[in-house]
């Protein structure tokens, strides 16, 4: 699990770095983010559902569980609309909207995999 821990850290540094560079540098630092962070969370949600099918996540831990990983999918998605709007119309607000969902995608995931990371490092 600690490539995990490392590729969540990577994707952080590639979302800050993104989020503080400049218009051309965002965009691209932010489609790896938001490559970075679905892999991410394609690997380890369903890893997770796995431990509750197989009865090593209660129910009551998978619906916590749930609610995080709809918060980071709903992240994901206003961060890629927000890209597809900076590409649309490159202003200093797009520029901005772009910076804040990346940060709240970054936390949102930051936090589902906080909280599911215990349950895998068990199986």
């Given at each position: 699990?600690?490539?995990?821990?490392?590729?969540?850290?990577?994707?952080?540094?590639?979302?800050?770095?993104?989020?503080?560079?400049?218009?051309?540098?965002?965009?691209?630092?932010?489609?790896?983010?938001?490559?970075?962070?679905?892999?991410?969370?394609?690997?380890?949600?369903?890893?997770f559902l796995e431990l509750?099918?197989?009865?090593?996540?209660?129910?009551?831990?998978?619906?916590?569980?749930?609610?995080?990983?709809?918060?980071?999918?709903?992240?994901?998605?206003?961060?890629?609309?927000?890209?597809?709007?900076?590409?649309?119309?490159?202003?200093?607000?797009?520029?901005?909207?772009?910076?804040?969902?990346?940060?709240?995608?970054?936390?949102?995931?930051?936090?589902?995999?906080?909280?599911?990371?215990?349950?895998?490092?068990?199986?």
């Amino acid at each position: 699990m600690h490539k995990k821990r490392l590729a969540i850290v990577i994707f952080l540094i590639v979302a800050l770095l993104g989020c503080s560079a400049g218009k051309t540098d965002l965009r691209t630092g932010s489609y790896k983010a938001l490559a970075a962070g679905a892999a991410i969370y394609e690997s380890g949600y369903p890893a997770f559902l796995e431990l509750h099918q197989k009865g090593l996540v209660s129910d009551a831990q998978k619906t916590a569980g749930r609610e995080l990983a709809v918060k980071y999918w709903a992240a994901y998605h206003a961060a890629s609309e927000a890209l597809v709007a900076l590409d649309t119309v490159q202003s200093a607000e797009s520029k901005d909207r772009v910076t804040a969902t990346m940060a709240a995608m970054s936390r949102a995931l930051a936090a589902l995999t906080q909280y599911i990371q215990p349950f895998i490092e068990k199986r």
